[in-house]
């Protein structure tokens, strides 16, 4: 066929057609053909500590889970809610010197630390957010952008919380087995959970609020409410992984505000894919991981860094998961025009 | 004057920096009739409905809904009341199946509170109830087109969705902003007993048009702006009696004319 008379077309597969309804609860095939994927992110997640060679590298799993846990929550944020988050390191930073005050000045275990960092960090960034909730794109993204540096500098310059040394002399996981399936499973359960949530009729509700606000004011709800559950949401998720953080490194500082927890999250979920929740766990995947490979390189990591970026923006930009995504369920053939 | 209006605006004012697009525009709503405000582009009309519905705050004057003072309310606190309406441009959320846009709605706190439409869900799926809207408001049941993404549906149904989402919120007022504006003859001619519906089931209707035609069929009274102040207040004979209406709206042209081509 003379190449410049056809064109591609992309036809479904027939079994992810089939497996559309609910019939595919009734054939072994289409059901393992719908569970395949799902088995296979809970299965590679859950035997990656295994596949590590050494405690080096597994403690590179743990940072990859909580890298995961802020590009979840921006992936979240900027496409079912419609609000750019650039405060990554500022939910981590609230979660890590909740998680360390707790467990330095009142003595609470990390089994409670954990949880009260996540809800009492969330809380607490909402309640710093809620005046900006009803800007936009932009100008919620700068806002955000400033609240981690703003925090750095009041600790530094008021010498709280031990000043720039940061708080010492926490307590870790008991072992690092424990360390790697807390934060795994806890990456597991937002991706599914998150993916429910986003289907359930709150979910629609976020995803109107960012389409057309207007409409969502004259059906009568009130969208700073809901602005202000989803960034309770995502914040806590940021939160969450702080506290995990400070456990791990046993130590919490100024550091915990730094911009990569900002900036990475948003590399991987250009990676992953926007808009797909798994994507930006797959993207995290590879990019933590890249970089620790590149550290060899001194400074010049960063190069490298941002040509594997910048290939990704160019060659392929609807990120890793669409194009999985695209190849299982659909085939493609030439037709002639 | 009306005993016991519905809503009742006194004295409306709106400047916009220089601009006077408002004067004190005064007028009530009787429950359950239909009240019409015409008037050229630009004469405040849509104003108006931002002004009563919260969507802007008005410079001066008050606005009020069964006796309540609702000036400068919240628009989802004025919606919540029962006070609706729909947009002049149409606003759906394009992304989504048509019967999804009433989910919306449907989740509100008044759909849940009225316990209308099956409790807005709690009595019944949301996806359920919203088909059973939108098959009131003239999409068909068994056909795709509820489930057809809101982009590819043309304006007939989209203005048809602007209405079935204050129908969701069991209203007490539907603002309607231009719902005739941009439909086909056969298209405006399906709306009007629609619209004669609603009146038969009690709820209050204010209709901005165009299309004098159609609604001088419905409408119960007639309101004339002009430059942003009240010209004329009357039934539809009257209005189309005035001079002064004449003038402001159909230019130099004779009415019957306009009537005709309109």
């Known amino acids: 066929m003379d190449i410049a008379q056809a064109r591609k077309e992309r036809i479904d597969r027939g079994i992810k057609v089939r497996s559309d309804g609910l019939y595919a609860l009734m054939s072994l095939k289409e059901l393992s053909y719908l569970t395949l994927p799902r088995f296979l992110l809970i299965a590679g997640m859950l035997s990656l500590p295994f596949l590590m060679p050494g405690m080096y590298w597994q403690r590179v799993i743990s940072i990859v889970c909580i890298y995961s846990l802020l590009a979840l929550s921006f992936d979240f944020l900027a496409h079912y809610v419609g609000l750019v988050c650039l405060g990554g390191a500022f939910f981590i930073g609230m979660g890590g010197y909740i998680a360390g005050i707790l467990n330095t000045y009142f003595g609470l275990p990390p089994v409670l630390t954990i949880p009260l960092a996540t809800i009492i960090g969330g809380a607490l960034s909402t309640f710093l957010l809620l005046p900006c909730l009803p800007l936009k794109g932009v100008y919620f993204a700068i806002v955000t952008l400033m609240y981690p540096l703003f925090m750095a500098r009041i600790i530094e310059a008021f010498d709280i919380f031990g000043g720039t040394d940061g708080i010492i002399g926490i307590d870790s996981f008991s072992n690092h087995w424990v360390e790697q399936y807390v934060v795994i499973g806890v990456v597991l359960g937002f991706v599914f959970g998150l993916r429910r949530l986003v289907n359930m009729d709150i979910g629609l509700i976020f995803t109107a609020i960012m389409d057309n606000d207007q409409a969502v004011k004259a059906s009568g709800i009130n969208i700073t409410l809901y602005r202000a559950l989803a960034v309770f949401i995502a914040s806590s998720m940021g939160c969450l992984g702080g506290a995990c953080i400070t456990h791990i490194y046993m130590w919490s500082g100024i550091s915990q505000f730094a911009l990569d927890f900002s900036i990475l999250p948003i590399a991987a979920t250009v990676i992953g894919g926007a808009g797909t929740l798994v994507g930006p766990v797959l993207g995290c995947l590879i990019l933590v991981p890249v970089s620790e490979l590149l550290r060899d390189f001194g400074t010049l990591r960063i190069v490298f860094y941002a040509v594997i970026l910048v290939a990704f923006i160019l060659f392929k930009s609807e990120g890793i998961m669409e194009f999985v995504q695209r190849k299982y369920e659909q085939f493609e053939r030439w037709t002639k025009i | ?262």
């Open chain 2, 1 to 262: 004057m009306i005993e016991d209006p519905i809503l009742k605006v006194v004295g409306l004012t709106k400047k916009f920096g220089g601009v006077t697009a408002l004067s004190d525009v005064s007028f009530e709503v009787g429950e359950g009739e239909i009240l019409g405000i015409i008037g050229p582009n630009g004469s405040g009309k849509t104003t108006i409905v931002n002004n009563i519905t919260g969507f802007i705050k008005p410079s001066s004057g008050m606005i009020f809904f069964k006796g309540k003072n609702i000036t400068g309310q919240k628009p989802h606190k004025i919606a919540d009341m029962g006070v609706t309406r729909t947009f002049q441009v149409m606003r759906p959320y394009y992304s989504l199946p048509a019967y999804k846009n009433l989910v919306i709605p449907l989740f509100s706190p008044r759909a849940r509170r009225t316990g209308g439409w099956r409790g807005g869900g709690r009595l019944g799926d949301r996806h359920t109830v919203s088909i059973d809207i939108l098959e009131e408001i003239g999409f068909e049941r068994d056909s795709y087109i509820p489930f057809k993404t809101t982009s590819t549906l043309p304006t007939g149904y989209l203005k048809r969705l602007e209405l079935a989402r204050c129908l969701s919120l069991k209203p007490e007022i539907i603002i309607c902003d231009e719902v005739f504006s941009g439909l086909s003859m056969s298209e405006i001619a399906s709306m009007v007993p629609l619209i004669e519906r609603l009146q038969m089931d009690g709820i209050t209707i204010v209709m901005i048009e165009h299309r004098l035609r159609e609604l001088f069929r419905v409408a119960n009274r007639i309101m004339v702006m002009n430059f942003g102040e009240k010209l004329i207040e009357g039934s539809p004979d009257e209005v189309m009696a005035d001079a002064g209406v004449k003038e402001a709206y159909f230019g130099s042209e004779e009415v019957e004319e306009v009537m005709t081509y309109a």
